[in-house]
């Protein structure tokens, strides 16, 4: 059979349990992905050269590692050629592009030290994300950014912060598209802290502080991400889960973010995707495959990936969650872990919009829990593969080739950077 008979036929099988697949096609291909930038050079950025530190760690030192934004750019160009569907790109601020020698701290950072991913943004018709870097940075002291007791280590902090709010406003006059804009640091302490509260109140002015720099709500969507521990704070983190959702709660316009590697190994983010829309008009998720602890490996078409798909397609919330990938693996080809990441996310969503939810409630509402059961584990074994297969091939990104245009990159691009 040829690729259109298989999906002819499997369209078919689809339509038999009420799923229009040209729809759901068609509506995946309008769902914008965030991309981030970080995979590509290990969280390095461009405006330090020291390691990584508060909180960050890569492993793994797989040659071709993007040097240079002219490199990071090539090879983020390549990762969009090679997957499907809409993205975003979603930047940190250590990724500041200085000219000629210039420098500038991050907290006096301005929209011009971003004008050339305005400009790649453009190119490719996307829009931004942005995140302020609290990490890797001498400013950091013993531990903590915006939770520090030193009141200059802070508002060294806050500036950063509301410098971040600017730069995502010019994001988002420019492209066109609002800017979601995250706030996460990895404050907390190694050991038993004497005082939890203290730090805790000290970040949520400063947080307050940040948020209030004046902005465009309808352009830029500030956020705060909550983590369980990190490396170096293992036994108290100042923004925790209870901390995020209750700041975001509590202040308009602010989101929360839940980045699904920053749970106990046994909390399942797409039980508590549903819970929040509850309450919130919009949420962001941070999607990553974590293993047994927040290690941001590449996302993979696994159950936890998928059941959050299905919560938020089932809960017709596709454009009130703002979604982005967030791993970073320097143990492989860090092209083929971009791809095999957002085309797994691309899976996970298109299986979701191919299940036939309305009949699954209705069997739940009627308490028909035997059929219901019978009725999802029927749906596993249909033809999906052929419905994917479709999709990147009318986004002109078939499976079936890309690895092999990764391959041709490292060796004749990736393998002669030094």
């Not at 492993?59 to 809409?86: C, F, H, Q, S, W």
């Not at 975001?248 to 920053?262: I, R, S, V």
């Not at 059929?371 to 074994?381: G, H, S």
Request: proline share 5%.
């Amino acid at each position: 059979m040829t690729s259109t008979s298989r999906y002819a036929s499997a369209k078919e099988i689809y339509a038999d349990i009420g799923v229009d697949t040209d729809a759901a096609i068609e509506k995946l291909k309008k769902i914008p992905v965030s991309l981030h930038c970080w995979q590509g050079d290990d969280v390095t950025g461009f405006d330090h050269d020291g390691p990584l530190t508060g909180g960050i760690q890569t492993t793994g030192n797989y040659p071709g590692r993007a040097k240079t934004p002219k490199e990071l750019m090539e090879d983020i160009d390549k990762v969009i050629k090679l997957t499907p569907g809409k993205k975003k790109l979603n930047l940190h601020a250590s990724y500041a592009i200085f000219e000629n020698g210039e420098f500038t701290d991050r907290n006096c950072i301005e929209p011009k030290h971003f004008e050339k991913w305005v400009e790649f943004a453009k190119e490719h018709d996307m829009g931004l994300d942005f995140n302020p870097t609290f990490f890797s940075h001498d400013k950091i002291k013993d531990g903590l950014t915006l939770s520090s007791p030193d009141k200059e280590i802070r508002q060294f902090w806050i500036e950063h912060g509301r410098a971040c709010i600017r730069i995502s406003e010019y994001f988002a006059k420019e492209t066109g598209i609002p800017c979601v804009m995250n706030i996460w640091t990895g404050d907390g302490s190694k050991d038993i802290p004497a005082d939890r509260l203290g730090p805790r109140e000290r970040y949520k002015t400063a947080i307050e502080e940040i948020i209030a720099e004046p902005h465009n709500p309808a352009l830029v969507k500030p956020c705060v991400e909550s983590k369980v521990f990190g490396i170096g704070v293992e036994s108290y983190t100042v923004g925790s889960s209870e901390f995020a959702l209750s700041f975001a709660a509590t202040h308009k316009g602010c989101l929360p973010l839940m980045d699904n590697g920053h749970y106990h190994p046994t909390e399942m983010v797409s039980d508590k995707i549903p819970a929040l829309l509850a309450f919130f008009p919009e949420i962001a998720l941070h999607i990553t495959r974590p293993v047994r602890w927040d290690s941001d490996h590449v996302v993979l078409f696994d159950d936890e990936t998928k059941e959050m798909a299905k919560e938020i397609v089932r809960a017709d919330a596709l454009e009130r969650v703002n979604m982005a990938l967030d791993y970073f693996d320097a143990s492989i080809n860090r092209i083929s872990a971009w791809i095999v990441g957002f085309r797994s996310w691309q899976k996970a969503l298109l299986s979701a919009l191919c299940t036939p939810h309305q009949k699954l409630k209705k069997l739940q509402e009627e308490g028909n829990w035997t059929e219901l059961m019978v009725c999802q584990e029927a749906i596993k074994l249909l033809p999906f593969g052929d419905i994917w297969n479709e999709y990147c091939e009318q986004c002109n990104a078939p499976e079936s080739k890309w690895f092999e245009e990764v391959k041709q990159y490292e060796k004749e691009v990736l393998a002669k950077r030094i």
